[in-house]
């Protein structure tokens, strides 16, 4: 008797919180991905459709686009940040973790805003030019591919530099003075012995804001606004404005398929760079 | 010695590091004017929009609202991710590898796919009310946070602690409460906090669920911006700014933050 609720100890333990992720996330997102699938004699009808609309097909690719730039820039911010902070000690160093912890505990609505302050027709950079006469018409810096890439580097920096000080402070220091010590530059430190053993944090980094643009629907709305619109707008757009429940489903197909390429892609590389975390 | 970084490197960091900060001094900038319009430096220093927002009806029963989804939905997450996090640790060679990857697919499938989903799958089908589909919603949000973190503090966790409370003669529950509880106390208050503010940022998953009367206070903000563009939602900003840094000095001054977020 004993042995017996001794194994299946277990599986009663999983078995509320299972039941409750089965039930709520994983059979509601296969009824989507069933959604997608036509009827009998062309089951890929919804796809055609949906990638032979041009303007769909455009705001695939401008996703997919801005999603990669957002990704590399706010890699290269956390990358600078993430640096500095390992090599400062003491009150300093809790100082530039909480600058960079902080804004990631606001949320999306609270930072998009911001931008829009800074960036909006009577906004401060707007303003501040007109007062200095160096334009008479405020300039459109609201609702571009630049403002939404604002936006979202800002959203996803803090993430990158979180991601990336792990992996930059398990670097030994004395591979560094060994590296300098026989001659390299302190670029040729950078490219040959930092940036390689840095490679599982840019991942780990990489894979959090490509995945996180691509779900970022306020700031996508809010920067990038109508003619920026992005694949969480667009679902959003077909799910509750328009009510073409098929499109949406569709729309959050492709959106899980490009999670999990991303996600395939980076373990793939991270085998490739290092084979024994594979 | 300290390395230092290259001189260029300490630029371009504080560069990053004033582009973080920045725009929330402007939020709270932004915050005081007096004036009607949105400008800043503040036109004239003054709280009346605080209080202006603090009398809003929609702003104040949203937040309510967001409260009660945030700390019930947290809630059950614990209650229910506590369990499988203790089970994952424990008994190592009674479940499969691969198990513990249910509870991180809510960080894999795209919070709009979810939400999405949920509305179609689940809440249009049973005809549920919108406060039960948003406990719903932010439960699922908040259980990788309960299995991962409170995971993280039972794996320095000895177990032999356990056996030996059990062997001199606690029942299994008892040796739960008072043996293995208390010792991943500081992971389940960071997974209530990390969850809690995650679920109470949320737009994308909330965004399908809110209805007619009942909303979160991002939706409500978000619906806000969209057709005014004045200084309260700057004032609701700093006010959730402050409520944030509350929580963590608390936490900070009762546990030690480096340790919670060990």
């Given at each position: 008797m004993k042995r017996q609720l001794g194994r299946s100890l277990p599986l009663l333990l999983v078995l509320p919180g299972t039941l409750v992720v089965l039930a709520f996330l994983v059979l509601p997102v296969l009824g989507t991905f069933s959604g997608t699938?036509?009827?009998?004699?062309?089951?890929?009808a919804l796809y055609e459709t949906f990638f032979a609309n041009s303007n769909n097909m455009r705001i695939v690719l401008r996703t997919i686009r801005i999603a990669l730039i957002a990704t590399v820039i706010s890699l290269v911010f956390g990358f600078v940040a993430a640096s500095v902070i390992v090599r400062t000690n003491g009150f300093l160093r809790q100082i530039l973790l909480v600058a960079s912890v902080f804004p990631l505990l606001t949320g999306a609505i609270v930072r998009s805003f911001a931008w829009m302050v800074i960036?909006?027709?009577?906004?401060i950079i707007n303003s501040t030019l007109m007062s200095l006469g160096v334009i008479d018409q405020p300039l459109t810096?609201?609702?571009?591919e630049g403002s939404l890439m604002i936006g979202l580097v800002y959203l996803f920096t803090p993430l990158a530099i979180l991601s990336l000080m792990g992996v930059l402070e398990s670097i030994d220091e004395s591979v560094l003075d060994a590296s300098a010590s026989l001659g390299a530059t302190p670029f040729g430190v950078f490219r040959q012995v930092t940036l390689p053993l840095a490679i599982p944090g840019l991942i780990v980094g990489g894979v959090l804001v490509f995945t996180g643009s691509l779900a970022a629907f306020a700031t996508a709305r809010l920067l990038g606004g109508e003619s920026q619109k992005i694949l969480p707008a667009l679902l959003h757009e077909k799910a509750m404005v328009s009510f073409d429940w098929d499109a949406a489903n569709t729309i959050a197909v492709v959106m899980v398929a490009l999670t999990v390429v991303v996600i395939v892609a980076a373990q793939y590389t991270a085998r490739r760079f290092n084979p024994v975390a594979g | 010695m300290q390395r230092k970084p290259h001189i260029l490197v300490r630029l371009l960091a504080g560069f990053v590091f004033a582009f973080l900060l920045l725009p929330l001094v402007i939020i709270l900038g932004a915050s005081?004017?007096?004036?009607t319009f949105l400008t800043f430096p503040p036109q004239g220093l003054s709280l009346r929009w605080f209080s202006f927002v603090l009398q809003q009806e929609n702003f104040i029963s949203s937040f309510q609202t967001s409260l009660i989804v945030a700390t019930f939905g947290t809630g059950f997450a614990l209650l229910v991710g506590v369990p499988v996090a203790y089970a994952l640790a424990r008994f190592r060679n009674g479940l499969?590898?691969?198990?513990?990857?249910i509870f991180f697919l809510p960080v894999l499938v795209p919070e709009i796919v979810f939400g999405f989903s949920l509305l179609k799958g689940v809440i249009v089908e049973y005809d549920l009310p919108v406060i039960t589909a948003l406990l719903i919603g932010h439960t699922i949000i908040a259980i990788p946070y309960a299995v991962r973190i409170v995971g993280a503090s039972l794996s320095t966790f000895d177990f032999a602690a356990e056996e030996a409370a059990i062997s001199l003669g606690a029942s299994p529950i008892k040796t739960f409460f008072t043996v293995v509880l208390p010792n991943i106390r500081s992971g389940i208050i960071a997974a209530f906090i990390l969850a809690f503010i995650t679920s109470l940022n949320d737009v994308s998953v909330s965004l399908f669920l809110t209805g007619p009367g009942i909303s979160t206070l991002p939706i409500e903000l978000f619906t806000y911006v969209e057709q005014h563009f004045d200084p309260s939602v700057a004032a609701v900003s700093v006010l959730l700014m402050f409520l944030t840094i509350a929580v963590i000095a608390i936490v900070e001054r009762s546990l030690g933050l480096s340790k919670v977020m060990r």
């Open positions: 699938i036509g009827p009998a004699g062309n089951r890929l960036l909006g027709r009577n906004g810096l609201l609702f571009t | 005081l004017t007096s004036g499969p590898g691969w198990y513990s990857s």
